[in-house]
């Protein structure tokens, strides 16, 4: 589940959700955007102000619907692992699933309609090849850190994935990758990003 | 204690119509009356108007109460009014007694000025069409060109919808709550066993009850009760009635034992004293009628097409009569335009009747949305 904040301006929001910059620099202006899971709607509040996209939201939570409505973004409460059937193929320009893919159950049927309904995807996760989190697992414990806040008991990722693990679920699923963007903290990891990545952002396409 | 609060007195309007109106049956009203009651005021760039349409036995009286009578709380009243989820100090809200209602407007148990005599069964079937059109002609009258939102539950959020089709430009936004965009077979089933009630009851005297000075009361009675099932979730009948019994013990025989009977009884004798038998009949039709896929082939999102308001729609886990599927066939119909939809399926025990019940997420999901409405 996307982590609640409550943002007062646009550089905030780029600041608490790295992933939304890169996120908003490979959207062109004026597109259409699904964001699954999208939590309050800050990023499709971000993309409305910094694209002019015309989004709508899926999510499921009740509180989330509501700050939703109160950031005026189209939200449709619904289960995102039952599907995307409110949704005709191909009606999409992107579809998002932002720090949200770690959290899904269905996650092959999930990519794939993402990109029945849309051309591309967007994903970002917490890469849990970070140093870190190996680190940890090599003293014995699951990671806990800002990236990963939950103890193993009561976390909703049930699906952690590597760097290496989501680019080879791509290649195993139809689906081919057009960019990636790894951050840590506000800054880009071009070295080492399995290893040194806290959170890392795909841009993809359905391959024809 | 009586309350001295006078601020939420409110005293309804009537307004003429002497131009003929066409209706979808073919049938032409050559003038009717429209009750209606406003609250808050129009501001100076009209755009603050807000249509609120009734179900099928609503009525113009939202909110508010009659001075002479401090128990008339208006049917939506927890809904709408100064600093509510629908809130009079900002917006200008007008709810308008249905043509064929028996709450002032003209309906079967009026004068036809034609004859002289009620309209009785002469009064012509009226559809959610011909209501929007009516509605419309008073918007003229009070200088409304667009109204800010058009809001809606059940029947009513059908005639939110079907003005988004008949006049685009003149709704920004529309909230279609516990709604269905037709009735299934069932629904239609519940509807005709209703009317069967009351075409059955000996007093009935086919719709000229007027003249003979009775009125249906079995069978109005009766519809209401097959009707208030439908309205409340098994869950809720449930928890509210069981099985209770009045007395304690079982009398073995056919009065009211169980409290659920003695519940119905009660709603349907209340409605049979206010609600006229001929209305309930037109009201039933204009629910099965509504359909504005039948001209697409069925096809919703072709009959959506026309639309350009912003949409919210609402179910309700448990409303069985117009179920979320229904209220999600909506949603797929707005998105397959691109309109902009909000949907939210509101968890609660009240079945139906949930959309008129004070639930503090389905207001604060209300009044977030009216809220994010520009003015």
Same mark, same amino acid.
């Given at each position: 589940?996307?982590?609640?904040?409550?943002?007062?301006?646009?550089?905030?929001?780029?600041?608490?959700?790295?992933?939304?910059?890169?996120?908003?620099?490979?959207?062109?202006?004026?597109?259409?955007?699904?964001?699954?899971?999208?939590?309050?709607?800050?990023?499709?509040?971000?993309?409305?102000?910094?694209?002019?996209?015309?989004?709508?939201?899926?999510?499921?939570?009740?509180?989330?619907?509501?700050?939703?409505?109160?950031?005026?973004?189209?939200?449709?409460?619904?289960?995102?692992?039952?599907?995307?059937?409110?949704?005709?193929?191909?009606?999409?320009?992107?579809?998002?699933?932002?720090?949200?893919?770690?959290?899904?159950?269905?996650?092959?049927?999930?990519?794939?309609?993402?990109?029945?309904?849309?051309?591309?995807?967007?994903?970002?996760?917490?890469?849990?090849?970070?140093?870190?989190?190996?680190?940890?697992?090599?003293?014995?414990?699951?990671?806990?850190?800002?990236?990963?806040?939950?103890?193993?008991?009561?976390?909703?990722?049930?699906?952690?994935?590597?760097?290496?693990?989501?680019?080879?679920?791509?290649?195993?699923?139809?689906?081919?990758?057009?960019?990636?963007?790894?951050?840590?903290?506000?800054?880009?990891?071009?070295?080492?990003?399995?290893?040194?990545?806290?959170?890392?952002?795909?841009?993809?396409?359905?391959?024809? | 204690?009586?309350?001295?609060?006078?601020?939420?007195?409110?005293?309804?309007?009537?307004?003429?119509?002497?131009?003929?109106?066409?209706?979808?049956?073919?049938?032409?009203?050559?003038?009717?009356?429209?009750?209606?009651?406003?609250?808050?005021?129009?501001?100076?760039?009209?755009?603050?108007?807000?249509?609120?349409?009734?179900?099928?036995?609503?009525?113009?009286?939202?909110?508010?109460?009659?001075?002479?009578?401090?128990?008339?709380?208006?049917?939506?009243?927890?809904?709408?009014?100064?600093?509510?989820?629908?809130?009079?100090?900002?917006?200008?809200?007008?709810?308008?007694?249905?043509?064929?209602?028996?709450?002032?407007?003209?309906?079967?148990?009026?004068?036809?000025?034609?004859?002289?005599?009620?309209?009785?069964?002469?009064?012509?079937?009226?559809?959610?069409?011909?209501?929007?059109?009516?509605?419309?002609?008073? +918007?003229?009258?009070?200088?409304?060109?667009?109204? +800010?939102?058009?809001?809606?539950?059940?029947?009513?959020?059908?005639?939110?919808?079907?003005?988004?089709?008949?006049?685009?430009?003149?709704?920004?936004?529309?909230?279609?709550?516990?709604?269905?965009?037709?009735?299934?077979?069932?629904?239609?089933?519940? #509807?005709?066993?209703?009317?069967?009630?009351?075409?059955?009851?000996?007093?009935?005297?086919?719709?000229?009850?007027?003249?003979?000075?009775?009125?249906?009361?079995?069978?109005?009675?009766?519809?209401?009760?097959?009707? $208030?099932?439908?309205?409340?979730?098994?869950?809720?009948?449930?928890?509210?009635?069981?099985?209770?019994?009045?007395?304690?013990?079982?009398?073995?025989?056919?009065?009211?034992?169980?409290?659920?009977?003695?519940?119905?009884?009660?709603?349907?004798?209340?409605?049979?004293?206010?609600?006229?038998? #001929?209305?309930?009949?037109?009201?039933?039709?204009?629910?099965?009628?509504?359909?504005?896929?039948?001209? $697409?082939?069925?096809?919703?999102?072709?009959?959506?097409?026309?639309?350009?308001?912003?949409?919210?729609?609402?179910?309700?886990?448990?409303?069985?009569?117009?179920?979320?599927?229904?209220?999600?066939?909506?949603?797929?119909?707005?998105?397959?335009?691109?309109?902009?939809?909000?949907?939210?399926?509101?968890?609660?025990?009240?079945?139906?009747?949930?959309?008129?019940?004070?639930?503090?997420?389905? $207001?604060?999901?209300?009044?977030?949305?009216?809220?994010?409405?520009?003015?």
């Amino acid at each position: 589940m996307p982590i609640d904040h409550k943002i007062d301006t646009m550089t905030s929001f780029a600041r608490i959700r790295p992933d939304f910059a890169a996120i908003a620099s490979w959207i062109r202006p004026g597109t259409k955007v699904l964001d699954l899971g999208c939590g309050d709607g800050s990023l499709l509040c971000f993309l409305r102000n910094m694209r002019q996209v015309h989004g709508y939201g899926v999510e499921i939570d009740d509180e989330n619907i509501l700050a939703c409505f109160n950031n005026g973004v189209n939200v449709i409460q619904s289960d995102l692992e039952a599907g995307l059937q409110s949704f005709e193929s191909d009606s999409f320009d992107y579809v998002v699933l932002s720090q949200t893919l770690q959290a899904v159950r269905h996650t092959k049927e999930i990519i794939r309609e993402m990109l029945r309904v849309s051309r591309e995807g967007i994903v970002s996760f917490p890469n849990f090849g970070y140093w870190k989190n190996r680190l940890q697992i090599m003293a014995g414990r699951m990671p806990v850190s800002e990236a990963l806040p939950y103890q193993w008991y009561d976390t909703p990722n049930i699906h952690n994935c590597t760097l290496g693990d989501f680019e080879a679920f791509c290649g195993q699923h139809s689906a081919r990758i057009l960019e990636r963007r790894v951050m840590s903290g506000e800054r880009q990891v071009a070295f080492l990003p399995n290893l040194l990545g806290v959170l890392a952002v795909y841009r993809f396409e359905r391959r024809r | 204690m009586q309350s001295l609060d006078t601020t939420d007195i409110v005293t309804p309007q009537r307004m003429r119509f002497d131009m003929p109106l066409r209706l979808k049956s073919g049938a032409v009203l050559e003038g009717y009356d429209l009750v209606y009651e406003t609250y808050g005021k129009l501001n100076a760039a009209r755009s603050n108007a807000v249509l609120v349409c009734h179900a099928l036995s609503g009525s113009h009286h939202l909110s508010g109460r009659y001075a002479d009578d401090p128990k008339s709380m208006g049917w939506w009243h927890n809904m709408i009014g100064p600093g509510k989820s629908i809130d009079t100090r900002r917006f200008f809200v007008v709810g308008v007694n249905n043509l064929g209602g028996c709450h002032g407007s003209t309906g079967p148990a009026s004068i036809n000025p034609a004859t002289g005599r009620h309209y009785g069964q002469d009064f012509p079937v009226i559809t959610v069409e011909d209501w929007v059109q009516a509605q419309a002609r008073l +918007a003229d009258h009070l200088g409304i060109d667009q109204f +800010a939102a058009i809001a809606g539950g059940s029947l009513g959020g059908m005639q939110a919808l079907q003005w988004t089709l008949d006049f685009p430009d003149r709704v920004r936004h529309a909230l279609v709550i516990a709604a269905a965009a037709k009735l299934t077979a069932q629904n239609i089933a519940f #509807n005709d066993v209703a009317r069967q009630a009351i075409l059955t009851d000996p007093d009935f005297h086919n719709g000229d009850y007027y003249l003979h000075g009775v009125i249906p009361r079995r069978g109005l009675r009766l519809a209401r009760m097959l009707g $208030h099932i439908t309205y409340l979730s098994d869950d809720a009948m449930a928890t509210k009635f069981g099985r209770e019994l009045r007395n304690g013990a079982l009398a073995f025989g056919f009065g009211v034992e169980f409290e659920i009977e003695s519940y119905l009884r009660y709603q349907g004798d209340k409605f049979s004293d206010q609600f006229d038998a #001929n209305t309930y009949l037109l009201m039933t039709k204009a629910l099965d009628y509504f359909d504005p896929a039948y001209l $697409h082939d069925g096809n919703l999102s072709a009959a959506l097409r026309a639309a350009r308001a912003k949409f919210l729609v609402l179910s309700f886990t448990t409303d069985w009569r117009f179920s979320p599927e229904r209220s999600r066939a909506i949603v797929k119909a707005l998105l397959d335009n691109k309109l902009d939809v909000s949907y939210a399926e509101i968890t609660s025990s009240h079945g139906h009747d949930s959309f008129l019940m004070e639930d503090c997420h389905y $207001h604060k999901l209300m009044r977030a949305y009216m809220g994010s409405i520009a003015l």
